[in-house]
């Protein structure tokens, strides 16, 4: 602060008081008193000072220097009969920790070359950004991000127009601008994409009409609105890849090779082993990715397979114990159990696995079969409250047809048609389907994975098992990122709205990784929502948080600190210019 004595003079004495000058919001400037040293006589009296202005100013120096090395401390004159201001008090100091992630994403560099080509008079990086951090801290419509902006300690004079402007830069750059984040964080933390896990999932619109885009399909959420598909990479560390977007009634099986072409093209990435699940695994898609680079790693249903490798896959002899670590060289581990000789409730723990080489198809596959009895237990559990409820349905006399492959109604039997189709004579009551429940309950426990690799089945066991963290991904976007309901339009407008999520999640995930993984990615984006400083005009900001361990990790994280009893504006400046310094 810019300290400085002033001396009023009156009939009888002097009165010394340090003051500082401070620009308020409207642009102004003002002067606010600091400290109130007293009237001369008051000063010799205590202080036992010959030359009161001398010592009032060496008492000004002394705070001059505690302010240069960080040690001022300020004293506030608050009065019950004045009532604060109109003007805003309270701000988020979250983002800055979100600007320093977007900053090691090298997205001011991305777009001061975008804008360098297009010759943009605004500011895309300060759009792009603001955009990001309330994605993350206060997740909304894009009129929201504008009327936000006054919710941070920067309030730069952002235009609304020019937020549609920079979705419209983001579409038209929407794979180069993805491809150049990636490249950006290898060479900033490094990325492992030995393998790669993809899945969809859909978003849905506020509209009852769809249009070439926003098309009628099988809502995730089985809502009856028009919907886009969103296809989404993740690398072994479960950061976000790659992202693409396609009209609500595209097939997912289409959305696989288009992307894995775009990560050739964009992001030099060539050379790896897709992971997806069953409903991606289609046989084209299974013989793409078999060359000289690539693999596959696919969920197979064992309902689909052939008889035979069907047989061979249930029956209970040749299966082999999954060892719990990689060094357990027991020798349960080495030896082949039959499942129908031994207590499987001894083993509710443990996974057991038999393979085989399949050549059903144009090329050779490998056939892992995994059997756990934790897993035959909740299926059986999950089937018995189907039932139940299946039978009130009987007792209600409702005879449905199933919405979906997992609706409890599957299990009822039409009884007024036959087998194949045809009325019956004599119409009777619907009744359970024993013959489908005993079919389905046959399957308990069991799950496979087909493979073009040939390494070690517990190895590429353990790689499927890490494929959650994708599905945990989409919970995020939609959940906390709040990336549905979808309030633009425009298809350019949609794609990068869905691109401002992605690079959302993507620096949320890495700042999870950055503390450890040591507290859950919605807790993270709690703690920075409530990073709320109230503003002293004229002598800074105080913190207006609970400084709990998350929030002073975060902080040791990033090496800025906001958790002082005051800090100062040059302070707050200071913060700032270390975060986008990276």
């Not at 082999?320 to 031994?342: F, S, V, W």
């Amino acid at each position: 602060m810019n300290y400085k004595l002033t001396i009023t003079k009156s009939r009888n004495a002097r009165c010394f008081y340090i003051q500082t000058s401070y620009r308020k919001s409207d642009g102004s400037m003002s002067t606010k008193t600091v400290r109130r040293l007293g009237s001369e006589k008051k000063i010799k009296e205590l202080y036992g000072a010959d030359d009161a202005e001398a010592w009032a100013r060496a008492q000004l120096a002394q705070m001059r220097e505690a302010d240069r090395s960080g040690r001022q401390g300020v004293v506030l004159e608050l009065f019950t009969d004045k009532l604060v201001g109109s003007s805003e008090r309270i701000f988020n100091g979250g983002d800055v920790f979100i600007e320093k992630v977007c900053s090691m994403l090298g997205l001011k560099d991305i777009c001061a070359g975008i804008s360098a080509c297009r010759g943009f008079k605004f500011d895309l990086w300060r759009h792009i950004t603001r955009m990001i951090c309330c994605r993350i801290l206060h997740p909304g419509s894009k009129l929201s991000d504008y009327a936000n902006s006054a919710r941070f300690i920067e309030r730069d004079k952002l235009r609304l127009e020019n937020f549609y402007r920079s979705l419209d830069v983001l579409a038209d750059n929407f794979d180069g601008i993805q491809g150049a984040i990636y490249r950006n964080t290898v060479s900033g933390m490094g990325r492992r994409t030995g393998v790669i896990y993809y899945d969809c999932t859909n978003v849905f619109f506020e509209t009852e009409s769809d249009d070439d885009f926003r098309k009628y399909g099988h809502s995730k959420e089985n809502r009856p609105n028009p919907i886009v598909q969103i296809g989404l990479f993740m690398d072994m560390d479960g950061l976000p890849l790659a992202l693409c977007v396609h009209p609500g009634n595209k097939s997912e099986q289409q959305t696989l090779q288009p992307l894995e072409e775009i990560l050739a093209d964009k992001f030099g990435l060539s050379k790896f082993v897709v992971c997806t699940d069953g409903g991606l695994g289609s046989q084209d898609n299974r013989r793409y990715n078999v060359t000289e680079d690539r693999n596959f790693i696919t969920v197979q249903s064992i309902k689909k397979l052939k008889a035979h490798h069907q047989q061979w896959a249930l029956s209970p002899d040749g299966w082999r114990l999954r060892p719990r670590l990689r060094d357990d060289a027991h020798t349960r581990c080495k030896q082949i159990y039959d499942l129908g000789e031994i207590d499987l409730d001894e083993y509710a723990d443990d996974t057991f696995y038999k393979e085989r080489l399949t050549d059903e198809k144009a090329f050779e596959e490998h056939l892992i079969v995994t059997y756990s009895r934790k897993y035959d237990l909740y299926q059986k559990k999950i089937r018995q409250r189907q039932i139940e409820r299946a039978i009130k349905k009987i007792n209600r006399g409702e005879i449905n047809r199933p919405k979906s492959p997992n609706d409890c109604r599957r299990f009822m039997k039409d009884t007024h048609f036959d087998g194949k189709g045809n009325p019956l004579e004599v119409i009777t009551a619907a009744a359970l389907n024993n013959e489908l429940i005993e079919h389905e309950a046959q399957f308990d426990g069991f799950s496979a994975l087909a493979t073009g690799l040939d390494d070690d089945p517990c190895e590429i066991i353990k790689v499927n098992s890490w494929r959650w963290e994708i599905e945990d991904c989409f919970r995020i976007g939609k959940s906390d990122l709040k990336m549905r309901p979808v309030f633009v339009r425009n298809e350019n407008r949609i794609r990068a709205h869905l691109l401002i999520c992605f690079i959302a999640l993507l620096a949320l995930k890495i700042l999870h990784k950055q503390l450890n993984e040591s507290f859950p990615v919605a807790q993270i984006r709690k703690t920075l929502a409530q990073m709320n400083l109230l503003q002293l005009e004229g002598f800074g900001y105080v913190p207006a948080f609970n400084n709990d361990t998350l929030a002073q990790e975060i902080q040791k994280n990033a090496n800025i600190h906001i958790d002082t009893q005051i800090i100062t504006p040059a302070k707050i400046r200071n913060n700032y210019r270390l975060a986008r310094k990276c």
